[in-house]
């Protein structure tokens, strides 16, 4: 199940208050573990990596035009 960003914050700002893990899993049928992680996170990187982020895969166009790129230039990486 996918938490909007204020369901995260919500959460992991009662964790910061001193609420315990388990009783916030339980009261709002959240995996102990997904807590934690979203905790972890805060605490890595502040509230900005609790946002969503897209989640973007390249496109067949895209791979080809690499891979042609690769080819033409003779290059693996932009220098």
């Known amino acids: ?3 909007s960003y204020e369901q995260r914050l919500f959460i992991v700002s009662r964790v910061k ?6 009783h916030l ?5 959240i995996n102990k573990t997904q807590i934690l992680a979203w905790v972890r996170m805060w605490d890595k ?5 609790l946002e969503q982020q897209p989640h973007c895969r390249p496109t067949v ?3 080809e035009e690499v891979v042609r790129l690769i080819l033409e230039k003779g290059v693996l990486w932009p220098i």
């Open 61 to 63: 166009k895209l791979k």
């Open 1 to 3: 199940m996918k938490y």
């Open 17 to 22: 208050q001193g609420e315990v893990i388990a």
């Open 25 to 29: 899993s339980k009261k709002y049928h």
């Open 45 to 49: 990187y502040d509230r900005f990596r």
